[in-house]
């Protein structure tokens, strides 16, 4: 199985900071690899598919890149909405594996 | 619009069983692999089990091989997730959660969730 690694488990940032999370894959899984951002008591939300696509209607401060095994998604300014949990998701091969997640707290 | 409504959580005792139902409307449900997602309480996200559109192949994470299955009715626009042999580390969560055009893509449409308590 492909395992997935966040970095870091938890964040404490300002309102308008720029802010990068790190996601390693076990393996190459050349770019499919998926980030969902998750508040609390809510169902994941899709943010960004195969590394680097943004999903419609997620606002252009989010953005992704990387592939093989290293992997990043970047908030170029933080807003109070988007402090949250977020997590990267393998789509490589079954299973498909979540990293353990980051919860980004406000500073 | 486009919606998933799960049902079927409860609290159901170690060695029991458990039928989940996932009710897909606004979309055309027999178009898109289908997959479950659970969470335990105070943990993140981990995948459960995928079945294709035609329900012709289905995978599982390790930890429920051979206990749970997953299952469709194209004609009902509904999902299942039938839980055997439950054991405590079942307790979480049960999402259903639609593939984005493939399963390549991630998730993109996903059910409020259903509790699954597994306790004596």
């Known amino acids: 199985d492909i395992q997935m690694t966040q970095s870091p488990s938890s964040l404490s940032a300002f309102v308008g900071d720029r802010v990068t999370i790190t996601c390693w894959a076990s393996?190459?899984?050349?770019?499919?690899l998926n980030w969902y951002q998750q508040k609390p008591g809510k169902a994941p939300k899709l943010l960004i598919s195969?590394?680097?696509s943004l999903q419609s209607g997620v606002p252009s401060r989010f953005s992704g890149s990387g592939s093989g095994t290293d992997f990043t998604l970047t908030i170029s300014s933080l807003q109070p909405e988007d402090f949250a949990t977020y997590y990267c998701?393998?789509?490589?091969?079954?299973?498909?594996?979540f990293g353990q997640g980051t919860k980004l707290e406000i500073k | 619009q486009v919606q998933l409504v799960e049902s079927g959580g409860g609290v159901v005792q170690p060695g029991g069983s458990l039928r989940l139902s996932c009710a897909a409307s606004?979309?055309?449900?027999?178009?898109?692999?289908m997959n479950w997602v659970r969470q335990a309480p105070g943990k993140g996200l981990e995948w459960v089990a995928i079945?294709?559109?035609?329900?012709?192949?289905?995978y599982y994470a390790d930890s429920v091989k051979g206990r749970l299955t997953v299952s469709r009715d194209n004609f009902k626009n509904t999902l299942y997730l039938q839980m055997n042999s439950l054991r405590a580390e079942d307790t979480a969560v049960y999402y259903c959660?639609?593939?984005?055009?493939?399963?390549?893509?991630?998730?993109?449409?996903w059910g409020q969730g259903t509790t699954v308590t597994v306790s004596s």
């Open positions: 079945i294709w559109s035609d329900g012709s192949n289905k």
């Open positions: 998701q393998q789509t490589s091969s079954t299973p498909y594996t």
């Open positions: 959660a639609r593939d984005f055009s493939s399963s390549y893509y991630g998730m993109d449409v």
């Open positions: 195969t590394a680097s």
């Open positions: 393996q190459t899984i050349s770019s499919y």
């Open positions: 606004g979309f055309t449900f027999s178009s898109y692999g």
